[in-house]
């Protein structure tokens, strides 16, 4: 029995490696001009609302998420509902050559389930506002959800002003690596400041992997 469930995890293991270093939609990804197509895609629309803030370390990152809402994104006809937010260091994604340092990811989901993911890039420079915020609050342990009543934030503070995207498909950027999710990366970067960084750092290791091959994948992007 022992060495069934042994061999079970052994085979789980070897699909989740074998997803994760051969699967055909995998992320992170650098675009380049190349890999790009130019439908007019419909712009993105963030109705997000101000919201209680509930944050966890969940060991890797710094997690915050929704509870109210209705935070929704529109694409177009599309409808997704903002779950949740967390960070990343190296930013994942890249553009055009540049790699940053540092990026959100926006989870949401539609009604129907389909995983819609937002990467918004960051670079050094200015501090940023959330930020601020949140850096202070990071929980020294891995021990769940920390509600702030009195505190409230606006997941809008995480999108640059100017809201045009790339747009592919993609994958969960950790184990499993399950494909299906459909990415946004955001054109225009937001900032953090060096010292931001330096604060993030003392709490969490690198979390992020390289940009993986694109194997005949387009990205689209709006205008
Ligand atoms: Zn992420």
């Known amino acids: 029995m022992k ?99 540092f990026a959100a990811h ?19 420079g200015a501090e940023n506002a959330l930020l601020r915020t949140l850096l202070p609050l990071i929980p020294p342990r891995v021990d769940g959800d920390h509600l702030h009543p009195g505190i409230n934030v606006h997941a809008r503070q995480l999108l640059p002003s100017d809201p045009s995207y790339y747009r592919y498909a993609g994958s969960l950027t950790d184990t499993p690596c399950t494909e299906g999710v459909t990415w946004l990366v955001m054109k225009h970067p937001l900032q953090l400041s060096a010292a931001q960084l330096a604060t993030w750092r003392k709490h969490f290791a690198d979390n992020m992997r390289g940009p993986q091959p694109l194997r005949g994948r387009r990205v689209k992007q709006s205008l």
């Open 3 to 101: 060495t069934i469930f042994v061999l079970l995890l052994f085979t789980a293991n070897i699909s989740w490696a074998s997803l994760c270093q051969d699967g055909r939609q995998q992320s992170p990804i650098h675009i380049t001009p190349d890999a790009l197509v130019s439908p007019a895609l419909p712009a993105m629309a963030a109705d997000y609302q101000e919201d209680a803030l509930k944050l966890a370390n969940d060991g890797h990152t710094l997690r915050v998420r929704l509870r109210s809402g209705p935070h929704i994104l529109r694409l177009g006809t599309e409808r997704y509902t903002l779950q949740q937010f967390h960070f990343h260091t190296p930013g994942g994604d890249q553009i055009d050559g540049e790699a940053f340092p």
């Open 106 to 124: 926006l989870l949401h989901k539609s009604a129907t389930g389909h995983l819609l993911a937002v990467t918004v890039p960051f670079r050094l």
